[in-house]
């Protein structure tokens, strides 16, 4: 199993996560985050005022999924993420040795 972390812009949760469902995803986690990469914040107005914001909100996406549909779900990310301008994101993929449901005690696939 993997683990596929993906950081996107805000409007953009609304078309990955449509693309995810329809593609058979059947849950993932969203958690809002603030961060900056080679984009390094950007600058605003305010009241005549001008100032950096240096950590840019985006959202973190995280989806648990069997090794053979990694590759599916990150494309679907990709193609309903993608603007073409810089800031659009990484996705970030990791081994997951062991799911657990608190719940019912079930592991791995069937915890899923």
Same mark, same amino acid.
């Given at each position: 199993?993997?683990?596929?972390?993906?950081?996107?812009?805000?409007?953009?949760?609304?078309?990955?996560?449509?693309?995810?469902?329809?593609?058979?995803?059947?849950?993932?986690?969203?958690?809002?985050?603030?961060?900056?990469?080679? @984009?390094?914040? @950007?600058?605003?107005?305010?009241?005549?005022?001008?100032?950096?914001?240096?950590?840019?909100?985006?959202?973190?996406?995280?989806?648990?999924?069997?090794?053979? @549909?990694?590759?599916?779900?990150?494309?679907?990310?990709?193609?309903?993420? @993608?603007?073409?301008?810089?800031?659009?994101?990484?996705?970030?993929?990791?081994?997951?040795?062991?799911?657990?449901?608190?719940?019912?005690?079930?592991?791995?696939?069937?915890?899923?």
């Amino acid at each position: 199993m993997k683990k596929v972390e993906a950081i996107i812009r805000p409007f953009k949760l609304d078309e990955v996560k449509i693309a995810l469902v329809n593609a058979g995803v059947v849950g993932m986690t969203v958690s809002e985050v603030r961060g900056f990469g080679r @984009q390094k914040g @950007q600058t605003e107005r305010y009241r005549g005022s001008e100032y950096t914001v240096e950590f840019l909100q985006k959202l973190k996406l995280e989806i648990v999924t069997e090794d053979d @549909q990694v590759d599916l779900v990150t494309e679907k990310i990709i193609s309903a993420a @993608q603007t073409g301008e810089i800031g659009d994101g990484k996705i970030f993929v990791y081994p997951v040795n062991e799911i657990i449901r608190i719940r019912t005690g079930e592991k791995n696939l069937e915890a899923i």
